[in-house]
């Protein structure tokens, strides 16, 4: 139905998209031309006249007429066409007679007058109801886009509607899953009230030889707290390791540690599971955690367990 660069249409095509006989999909693309290229709007607009020409004319078949009744003179604008049609027919019929009873009388000057009048009357008329019926064509053309308009904005209101309906819902399932693991964990975590606890304060290293402090761990014990103080703060952070002093190996090893107030000092507090530890000697080592470089120790707390 298109050539390169340009739309050609056959008039029978056109006079079927004027009646409302198209596809939606045809139509849709016809009412995109109509408003987008002034050449075939301009040419739509001489087959909408000739159509409603015939129409008055009674030259139109069953087939055209019957859709012409029940689509085009549905609307509004179509009704005014054909008003406008069968006044500018009546005017010409009148025209014609007046032309023909002129021809037949003398022509006296005052009634050549009076007829030249009348002629600039109808004249007059005829062009107030073309300018009237080329308004209503392009203002149907500008309803015609603004509606198109409204439409995508609907359509693109609509989607970013649905988008976020669809985020929310898995944000809610989201909710629902944490919420869950949640009470999962609240189950399944220990109740640090039942822990029992031994806690021990171990003072900042010294130099030379120095007795070792003896911690007592009795059966049933969960946990054994150790301050360790020390001797200055120069780091944001610590971690704690417990070495086993015959062999140099670490049996447990704390997570960093922010150091807190141990009187008029500062220490860190290390928590060991009390199953971990046996009747020997140990070494708590701690290090200090620069923000850039590598951990650095800035102390050793020897002390020796007693399993009771």
Known sequence: M?????HVFDDKYLVRYLLGALPQEDAERLDELSISDGDFAWRLREIE???????????????TLAQFKS?????????????????????????????????????????????????????ALALSMFITAAFLFFDDIRVRREVKNAQVQHISIDQHTQELERQLDEQRAANAETARQLA????????????????????PPTRGVSAIRAVTVHAGTDLVVMMLTLESSDYPRYRVT???????????????LDPSPVGDKLGVSAGIPAELLKQQNYIAEVAGLPRENSPRVVGDYPFRVVLR
Not at 49 to 63: G, I
Not at 84 to 111: C, I, V, Y
């Open 2 to 6: 298109s050539s390169a660069g340009q």
């Open 49 to 63: 006249n000739d159509l409603v020409d015939a129409y008055v004319r009674s030259e139109l078949d069953a087939e």
């Open 71 to 123: 689509s085009y003179l549905a609307s509004d604008r179509g009704r005014q066409k054909v008003a406008f049609a069968e006044g500018l027919r009546l005017f010409q019929a009148k025209t014609a007679r007046a032309n023909e009873l002129s021809d037949r009388k003398p022509r006296w000057p005052w009634f050549s007058s009076q007829r030249t009048l009348l002629q600039l009357g109808m004249a």
């Open 184 to 203: 999962q964990a609240r189950k399944s975590a220990p109740n640090l009230n039942a822990l029992k606890t031994l806690s021990l304060v171990l003072p």
């Open 242 to 256: 417990l070495k086993d002093p015959s062999s140099g190996k670490a049996v447990w090893t704390s997570p960093d």
